[in-house]
């Protein structure tokens, strides 16, 4: 992860779309969460802009579905997917 160490930018906001969002694209059984199924598989957890060009840095958000089901219920509910967000936002910047 050497890459993004020497760019020196400061803020490392995740670039995620809003739960919102994913939800009236995802939210197939209409419950107000997403479940592993209905996770979308190609959605990149982009964690700063540019990203997506490093090799390697790619992370699917889904490999973190384990992480966000925080009460283990199966899906993910818009707090959790916060507190995830919320989460990463931290590790990012505790690591800049
Ligand atoms: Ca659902
Ligand atoms: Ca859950």
Redesign the pocket.
Known sequence: MAAWNSLGEPDLAPAVPSFASLLSKHDANRDG?LSRDEFPEDLLATVRPGWERVEDAQVYYKQFFGSM?????????EK?SEDFNAMLRRTFREHA
């Open positions: 969460g089901d925080a009460d283990e219920d199966g899906r993910v509910s959790e």
